[in-house]
Nanobody, 116 residues
Framework: QVQLVESGGGLVQAGGSLTLSCAAAGSTFAINTMAWYRQAAGKQRELVATIGRPGNINYADSVKGRFTISRDNDKNTVRLQMNSLKPEDTAAYSC??????????WGKGTLVTVSS
């Protein structure tokens, strides 16, 4: 089992920055992709950014140029640096990880609120 624990959410004004962190604990061997998803109130969960173990990265179009995902494979952590935040970035952000076997894990989420 893998436990994912997020931190770093909070309230920020539009144009500000926040950094989210996710630490994986437990049986962290063979973790492949790590990612951040978000879900705004009344909306479906959407992918924000992914990063594979070799460092390959993908971003949602809505965050390209503003968000940066990074990971430390030795520490089993993934971070999401969020700059130029907009009110529409307000959501619960969840950490995701999968194993090469296909098993997936989710964190409980951290709330990000961007005020206008």
């Amino acid at each position: 089992q893998v436990q994912l624990v997020e931190s770093g959410g909070g309230l920020v004004q539009a144009g500000g920055s926040l950094t989210l962190s996710c630490a994986a604990a437990g049986s962290t061997f063979a973790i492949n992709t790590m990612a951040w998803y978000r879900q705004a109130a009344g909306k479906q969960r959407e992918l924000v950014a992914t990063i594979g173990r070799p460092g390959n990265i993908n971003y949602a179009d809505s965050v390209k140029g503003r968000f940066t995902i990074s990971r430390d494979n030795d520490k089993n952590t993934v971070r999401l640096q969020m700059n130029s935040l907009k009110p529409e970035d307000t959501a619960a952000y969840s950490c995701y990880a999968n194993r090469y076997s296909g098993v997936v894990y989710w964190g409980k989420g951290t709330l990000v609120t961007v005020s206008s």
